[in-house]
């Protein structure tokens, strides 16, 4: 065990872990986030999706001790209250269907759009590609980060 | 805990998601304040001392008798509904939430529900066979309405005016007349109980006196209310059944046998002494499993421990590849009586031409996408069990007989958990989880790996079928002969203790296997004769294996569906006709039924046709020019009902003739369950059922060799991604009851019809495109290309 600093969420966590423990497992079991979830411990699913300085990140796969950066994760998209924009498209397309695996769109998506604020089509189909869900929700999905990329772009124009 | 509440701390977290106010009082409501009951006394009259405490049990079952038990009105004039059902993310939740509130007369967002908790909630069953919204909804309703009556008949007393003269609108009673005077349902009743005892032989029939509403006086069904629970999915807040914790809790994985029916020769503790957290290694009979104190080190034991195992004497299946094969020679376990109409031997002989098909379908996999897992609490000499389980209930008694304890000590605490779709109606992860709290004496949370999952979950079974039709020189379907055998011996059932995963490992089993079926087709076609046989083999190893049948989204209905209206399409083909035309003509010379089921399938198929903008020819498409087109598309049809639910849907491909790549541009699904709840929450639900089946179509298929599963991952499992999604889904709600409009018209079930005749669909629309028929799903590329290279040339 040993003393790991992270940055999480805009706060300085620290924890007493082993320094091989999968990220995952410290978000959930030590810090209390359960956005990210346990899909397949082998990066294929996307279900613990998180984002570590811009990028999407399978924390399943990622030892706590190999982390650099600021860590986002679901609970931290919000901003003083306000859903991010995501999250509202998610809500106005009702998206989910049992929404186990919902982290891992939305955080997917979040990296996407934060790269590429106005992608095609088949640039989110490809984005989101590994962004696995068993509801099948991908339709609903897919036009979720539609709607929130035209509502970012209402908001650009607007300032 | 806190000793001045009902429930225990962990509980109430689960299960009420209530703000502080509501939940104190939802508390007093349940326990604190009770009200006897006697004839001629009004309910909500006299409030009495607190009952005991229920932290620490025992709990015995809710009386669905009771209406207390399913409405509580609280102080701040709003309400929270009990029911025994669950929601497997179809929205149900909230569909239950808006008949409820119609027929009690309470805006929608004035109530809260709460779901299949076995010692608050009434025995529903829990989820499965898409009959919560058509059954189990007309019993809420019921309850609803007799509430609404009850409250009527205190305001009555209170305003000192009869009953005719009283309206109520947003749990308000006021006089028809002067509006102004008027009394809350809080001021009635709030906090207090009902103590109204209701009647019924079975919780189906509980009922009041009072009548449901008339169709037409119904203002929350029918709106496209949004999901309450979508916000809480969304930014992290809901607490899952996976996110259970408990002081002391500690973590367990599963060591399972790495081949089917093997026999544990020894294991090795000290080849995990080393890893950190570690706690013991639990062994009973075959069963493995080891407890550590933190999640990643017990990934790491389970990973780390030494078992050595004994082959059993024979293969205890053939590989995936010699399935079929051995199916066809396989000595049936059971075989049903034939079922013939008329004479289609005859019928057979006589016929201008005879089409004769055979088609397979391998197993496949629930797969989802959050292995299984639960929380097994062993407080008190109790056991209550956080789970996501779909039928709480049968888990609460399933885990009571495996640990002969007696039931009234054991709870099932039901959270929200990946899909379901059957394969928690068997939650081995339950029965793990109580299994190994009780021999800790301590807290267990159990989740199974990904190998794990897809390797030994529950299955649909695999079929092949043969199928025989005539023609007349009309081109009408005069005979036809269907031929089905599943795999099925042994089907696992709904958390019964000597069949769900553990219980085989340990040692145990059932008097006798469930003899398992196989299924026939569910269209209305007028087929004058017709010759139906059925039968289910097993494989050689019964037991221990992870080739084991359980009931998967609609258990059999695809596989059949699939075989059935791919020969349909195959006799249009035979027969030159469009294969909307020759559907729509079998349809108008059948019968009507009870549920007008001719009517409502003739309007589902027409509504299907005219959405898509079906040009009526024969498939498949004339290709010409496009031969030479490096894409080839095309569309296909299949109608199906399930149950009193019907759909029809038709799929728009793409077939890449260079790589085999099928895509599924646009799926159109004409669909009618009758009265729709909640419109959208319908077609999200529709289409994701069609989108599941779509998988199942294009990338499904359970692989194994002679002694294991060998499609562990989604590298080696693959499922339907983002990529496959088709460009356009439309989704018509039709209702083809001879009258809509008519008072009491019925609300079917949705979770499984559209799901079944998307895989004929798939494959009517590849023959449309390409004139290859394929005759075993799924449709990946390199069976497709295959397919194309031996038949186009």
Not at chain 2, 580 to 606: I, P
């Amino acid at each position: 065990m040993s003393n790991v600093k992270l940055h999480v969420n805009g706060a300085i966590r620290e924890v007493d872990v082993d320094p091989s423990t999968p990220l995952l497992y410290v978000l959930r079991n030590d810090l209390d986030l359960h956005g990210p979830r346990f899909g397949c411990g082998v990066g294929q699913c996307s279900v613990c999706t998180v984002i570590i300085d811009g990028a999407a990140v399978r924390s399943c796969v990622m030892p706590v001790s190999a982390v650099r950066g600021e860590i986002t994760t679901l609970e931290g998209l919000a901003k003083n209250g306000k859903l991010h924009p995501l999250q509202q498209a998610w809500i106005e397309e009702q998206a989910a269907q049992c929404g186990y695996c919902q982290n891992g769109q939305i955080m997917t998506a979040k990296a996407l759009l934060d790269k590429n604020p106005n992608p095609s089509d088949a640039e989110i189909r490809a984005a989101m590609d590994g962004a696995l869900c068993r509801c099948m929700t991908y339709y609903r999905v897919q036009a979720a980060i539609k709607r929130a990329v035209r509502g970012t772009k209402v908001a650009g124009e607007a300032r | 805990m806190s000793n001045n509440l009902q429930l225990p701390k962990a509980v109430e977290d689960a299960v009420l998601g209530l703000d502080q106010a509501s939940r104190r009082s939802f508390l007093k409501a349940s326990g604190a304040l009770v009200i006897t009951l006697s004839v001629g006394i009004l309910p909500g009259a006299n409030a009495l001392a607190a009952e005991p405490s229920a932290a620490t049990g025992p709990y015995p079952d809710p009386d669905f008798l009771k209406l207390d038990t399913w409405i509580v009105i609280h102080p701040d004039n709003t309400a929270t509904f009990f029911v025994g059902k669950t929601d497997g993310g179809q929205g149900t939740g909230t569909a239950y939430r808006q008949m409820m509130c119609d027929e009690l007369d309470i805006a929608y967002d004035k109530t809260k529900l709460i779901m299949g908790c076995t010692d608050i909630t009434p025995d529903q069953g829990g989820s499965g066979g898409s009959d919560g919204v058509e059954r189990d909804g007309q019993t809420m309703r019921r309850v609803a309405a007799e509430a609404r009556r009850v409250l009527l008949e205190l305001g009555s007393q209170h305003l000192g005016a009869p009953v005719e003269m009283l309206a109520v609108a947003n749990a308000t009673i006021a006089l028809k007349s002067d509006p102004a005077k008027k009394v809350t349902y809080a001021e009635l009743i709030g906090g207090k109980r009902f103590n109204v005892a209701l009647t019924g032989r079975n919780v189906d029939a509980a009922t009041g006196t009072a009548a449901v509403k008339p169709v037409g006086e119904l203002r929350v069904v029918g709106q496209s209310l949004k999901r309450y629970d979508i916000p809480t999915k969304v930014d992290g807040s809901l607490k899952w059944a996976v996110d259970m914790k408990l002081p002391r809790m500690v973590h367990a994985r599963n060591v399972r046998p790495p081949f089917a029916g093997a026999t544990l020769q020894r294991i090795d503790e000290s080849s995990v002494a080393d890893v950190p957290g570690f706690i013991r290694v639990v062994n009973r009979g075959n069963y493995v499993a080891v407890i550590c104190e933190r999640e990643e080190q017990a990934i790491r034991a389970a990973r780390q421990l030494k078992v050595e195992w004994k082959r059993p004497a024979a293969a205890p299946f053939p590989a995936s590849s010699e399935l079929f094969a051995y199916m066809r020679r396989a000595t049936p376990t059971s075989t049903s009586e034939p079922q013939i109409q008329g004479d289609p031997a005859t019928a057979l002989a006589g016929a201008k031409r005879v089409v004769e098909a055979e088609y397979e379908v391998p197993f496949q996999g629930h797969t989802a996408i959050g292995p299984a897992h639960a929380l097994a609490d062993p407080a008190d000499g109790q056991m209550t069990i956080y789970s996501n389980d779909m039928k709480a209930y049968g888990l609460r008694d399933g885990v009571a007989k495996f640990l002969d304890m007696p039931r009234e000590k054991v709870r099932v605490v039901y959270m929200d958990g990946p899909q379901v779709y059957g394969r928690t109606a068997a939650d081995d992860a339950g029965f793990e989880a109580a299994f190994l709290a009780k021999e800790l004496g301590r807290p267990v949370r159990v989740q199974w790996m990904r190998d794990e999952e897809t390797a030994w979950d529950t299955k649909g079974p695999p079929y092949v079928y043969k199928l025989r039709g005539g023609l007349d020189d009309q081109g009408k379907v005069v005979a036809l002969e269907y031929d089905a055998c599943a795999v099925d011996h042994a089907h696992v059932g709904y958390n019964e203790p000597d069949t769900v995963l553990i219980a085989q490992l340990m040692g145990r089993r059932p008097a006798r296997p469930a003899s398992g079926a196989a299924a026939t087709p569910s269209v209305m076609y007028a087929i004058a004769n017709r010759r139906t046989t059925t039968r289910v083999v097993g494989l050689p190893m019964t037991w221990e294996t992870p080739l084991r049948t359980g009931n998967l989204r609609d258990p059999n209905g695809p596989q059949v569906t699939f075989a059935f209206e791919s020969f349909i399409d195959e006799l249009a083909a035979a027969a030159k006709a469009d294969p909307v035309q020759f559907r729509l003509d079998m349809l108008e010379q059948a019968k009507e039924d009870g549920v007008f089921r001719k009517s409502r399938s003739l309007a589902a198929v027409r509504a299907a046709a005219k959405t898509y903008g079906w040009d009526t020819r024969p498939s498949p498409r004339p290709r010409g020019d496009a031969l030479r087109d490096k894409v080839l598309s095309g569309r296909g049809i299949a109608y199906t009902y399930r149950s009193n639910t019907i759909a029809a849907v038709i799929a728009d491909v793409e077939v890449n003739r260079e790589t085999g790549h099928v895509w599924t541009k646009r799926l159109v699904c004409a669909h009618d369950c009758g009265l729709a709840i909640n419109p959208e929450g319908l077609r999200h639900t529709v289409e994701c059922g069609m989108l599941h089946a779509l998988s199942r179509a294009l990338w499904e298929e359970v692989q194994f060799d002679n002694e294991k599963v060998t499609s562990v991952d989604w590298a080696s499992h693959p499922t339907l991604r983002h990529s496959d999604t088709p460009e356009t889904i439309d989704v018509v709600l039709v209702n083809g009851d001879p009258n809509p409009n008519r008072p009491d018209l019925p609300h079917y079930g949705a979770g499984e019809t559209s799901h079944k005749p998307v895989i004929a669909a798939v494959a009517n629309a590849i023959y449309d495109a390409t004139g290859v028929r394929l005759r075993r799903p799924p449709f990946r590329s390199e069976r497709v290309l295959a397919a194309l290279k031996a038949t186009i040339t």
